[in-house]
């Protein structure tokens, strides 16, 4: 957890008083914290929360409600486990549930809520223009650098140890070339243009087109 020191105690923080309160106790942040630290994790970890939280800081003037999406960020893969089909479900409850706690309206933490369901990534484009860039965060490792992504197609793999290679090779081959099959990968223009290109190079070197 110390990982998200000191800088991310206060973008959480700040994150909260922006939403309009006062943040909740320290043991929220450290429950949040804890999950991401799991050791079953291998990507979907604190490294992946930090990138997130860093381009929602970069780019918060694209967001209409930048809070929300950034408290967003910090529980959309709060829960996550193998085998289950509900994680962003879960996950959306959970921040749904710590809003209202702390004393949000309804129509505030059902926002939020709709914002973590987002990133089960279909295939549709998100509605809002807060859903759009949030997914498009999430998604901006797909064009990230050739070493991070190469790194990150390791830690994929690495959290998927438990799977056999070639049952996993299909699959994950699956998965990136439904990402290479949209019309776009990125939903807003300036993601678009600034990791279209890359990802779209990054998914044709990771299923060897």
Same mark, same amino acid.
């Given at each position: ?25 320290? =043991?929220?942040?450290? %429950?949040?914290?804890? /999950?991401? &630290? ?6 979907? @970890?604190?490294?992946?929360? #930090? ?36 994680? =962003?479900?879960?996950? %959306?409850?959970?921040? /749904?549930? &710590? ?6 309206? @309804?129509?505030?933490?059902? #926002? ?44 994929? /793999? ?13 699959? #994950? ?37």
């Amino acid at each position: 957890m110390d990982d998200l020191q000191p800088h991310w105690t206060h973008t959480w923080t700040h994150t909260w008083t922006a939403l309009g309160m006062r943040a909740p106790s320290d =043991e929220l942040f450290r %429950a949040v914290c804890r /999950r991401y &630290a799991e050791p079953h994790r291998k990507y979907h @970890t604190l490294q992946h929360l #930090r990138e997130c939280l860093a381009l929602c800081e970069r780019d918060s003037a694209l967001a209409e409600r930048p809070a929300e999406v950034s408290i967003a960020l910090w529980f959309h893969d709060a829960i996550y486990e193998h085998g289950r089909s509900d994680n =962003e479900a879960a996950s %959306a409850a959970w921040a /749904r549930s &710590a809003l209202l706690d702390a004393g949000a309206s @309804t129509a505030l933490a059902d #926002r939020v809520a709709a914002l973590v369901m987002a990133t089960r990534h279909s295939a549709e484009v998100p509605s809002t223009p807060d859903a759009q860039l949030l997914v498009d965060i999430d998604l901006a490792i797909l064009g990230a650098k050739p070493a991070r992504f190469s790194e990150y197609e390791q830690q994929i /793999r690495d959290e998927y140890q438990h799977v056999p290679q070639a049952v996993f090779a299909l699959k #994950r081959r699956e998965v990136l070339q439904s990402f290479l099959d949209r019309e776009h990968l990125y939903a807003t223009p300036t993601y678009r243009a600034r990791y279209e290109a890359r990802a779209h190079a990054n998914l044709q070197t990771a299923i060897g087109g």
